[in-house]
């Protein structure tokens, strides 16, 4: 018997499965448990030490996982100046200013998987 965790359109369940004897090639694994496994919660995004969040959201523009982090609270950026860096099916992506501003928060940590929309930094 051996166990797997398989997710499932974002659901994770615990599987038993035992072979059934017959020949590798013609017989099919049996289920025997499947139940859902409990769901982790994503830890909540750390927030800048500045504890003040700007006006200005920069939202990643696809789901993958914070690669760098280009800025730093009080950092001043110009439109289309990268602020964090995500990486996407081995892709590093730029996620830019969307206009001038100083930097607010940092509301992301390098290695947090992150999803499409989601807000990774504020400007002021």
């Known amino acids: ?15 038993t499965v035992e072979e059934s004897g017959q020949s590798a ?18 830890a909540p995004a750390a927030k800048s030490s500045s504890g003040s969040a700007g006006g200005i959201e920069v939202k990643a523009g696809a789901a993958g996982k914070v690669f760098k982090l280009d800025t ?14 995500i990486e996407a099916m081995k892709m590093e992506i730029p996620v830019v200013a969307p206009s001038d501003g100083t930097v607010a928060s940092i509301d992301c940590s390098v290695g947090d998987a992150c999803e499409s929309g989601q807000v990774l930094a504020t400007l002021n």
Do not use: E
């Open 72 to 85: 730093k609270v009080g950092d001043s950026v110009k439109k289309g100046d990268p602020v964090v860096t």
């Open 25 to 42: 090639g013609a017989a099919a694994p049996v289920v025997k448990k499947a139940a859902p496994a409990p769901a982790a919660k994503p």
């Open 1 to 15: 018997m051996k166990n797997y965790t398989i997710t499932v359109n974002g659901t994770a369940y615990d599987v």
